[in-house]
């Protein structure tokens, strides 16, 4: 077996199962909802525009984008062929419903995760899903958090960052992370383009997706939870980050000193955690490579946060590539961690 040019086949032909943890799918209802917006303007969020601005649009990446996530049949399952991709889990793609008025959004939420119910039936050798909330009506998302994991089976659920510009250590937001507990489905954070509060910076110079303000925004985001306090109050919640933890595991010494000397100064908004914040990746949070294939930084959180907490995502269908997945096929790690990174990592965390 050569390094670059392997074959990639499903099956375990190399020890173990790829499992893909964050691949996107958007119901053909809510892509035209979003393509109406953009239209007709008629929701206030700046990212939207600029993230959907882009691929609702007629280049051939948005295009080919758009097909692809819409498909949660055999076009989807010839990519996974063609990667060598054994199941992926499934989630809603952002912003989802979040940037819709509640009502709609609770209704979009159960549309959504009915017909993603339907697709993971009929391929159960390929597809799980998560389940898909409106957190602006957070007592309408504890119950669906309650139905996906009742009665679809789904593995966990999806928040796709803030909620028309909230984010989820906010109080209003408890019954989700008490249901998510409860119903020990991991909620996976995925990134959304920033909140209004942080967004103009971003947009000035075209940095309000994927390049960098996604990372920050929900970056941000997971660090809220761990200072707030909510792994405390929720000691047996999971939080499942992307893009190898955004960022933080790489600044955790820092925090955990600033963090430390904040407290002890009674820094205003800080307050005293049961553990240090680096200590609750170590707890409750899990991170996945989606769009992050890069051997050297995917080996650095390996070795800080463990073989048992680093997980394979492709980021399907934005990053579709190949030779991403040899490359991790080529990490260079036993054949024992390395079918925990691609396979039994998943199974545990998601319960499959
Ligand atoms: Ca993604």
């Not at 119910?117 to 007592?139: C, E, M, W, Y």
């Not at 994991?149 to 803030?162: P, T």
Request: aromatic content about 10%; glycine content about 8%.
């Amino acid at each position: 077996m050569n390094n670059i040019e392997h074959p990639l086949q499903t099956g375990g032909t190399r020890g173990y199962l790829r499992i893909a943890t964050e691949e996107a799918f958007c119901p053909p209802s809510l892509m035209k909802r979003f393509l109406q917006v953009l239209q007709d303007k008629s929701i206030d969020d700046p990212g939207f525009y600029s993230l959907w601005g882009f691929y609702g649009g007629d280049s051939e990446r948005a295009c080919l984008l758009r097909e692809r996530i819409q498909d949660l049949g055999d076009h989807r399952i010839g990519d996974m062929n063609a990667t060598g991709i054994d199941r992926q889990i499934i989630s809603m793609t952002c912003p989802g419903v979040q940037m819709f008025p509640a009502a709609e959004a609770v209704i979009m939420a159960e549309e959504a995760n009915d017909a993603l119910f339907d697709a993971v039936n009929k391929h159960p050798g390929r597809f799980s899903g998560l389940t898909t909330i409106a957190p602006q009506d957070p007592d309408a998302a504890a119950r669906e958090i309650q139905r996906g994991a009742r009665q679809l089976g789904f593995k966990g659920v999806i928040v796709n960052s803030h909620t028309q510009n909230r984010y989820l250590d906010d109080p209003d937001f408890s019954p989700i992370l008490q249901a998510a507990e409860e119903y020990g489905a991991p909620l996976y954070i995925h990134p959304n383009t920033p909140s209004k509060q942080l967004i103009p910076a971003f947009l000035e110079r075209g940095l309000d997706g994927a390049i960098y303000g996604f990372g920050v925004e929900t970056g941000l985001h997971l660090l809220r939870l761990i200072v707030a306090g909510v792994f405390d109050r929720y000691p047996n919640l999971k939080v499942v980050v992307g893009h190898l933890g955004e960022a933080l595991p790489f600044w955790m010494n820092r925090i955990d000193f600033m963090h430390g000397a904040s407290v002890r100064a009674g820094r205003v908004g800080t307050r005293r955690l049961d553990r240090k914040p680096s200590e609750y990746f170590q707890h409750n949070i899990y991170v996945t490579t989606s769009g992050m294939p890069w051997t050297d930084s995917i080996m650095y959180c390996h070795k800080v946060l463990g073989a048992d907490r680093v997980m394979y995502a492709m980021d399907y269908p934005y990053q579709y590539v190949a030779d991403e997945v040899r490359e991790q096929d080529n990490l260079p790690i036993s054949l024992q961690d390395k079918k925990k990174f691609f396979q039994t990592n998943a199974e545990k965390v998601f319960n499959l």
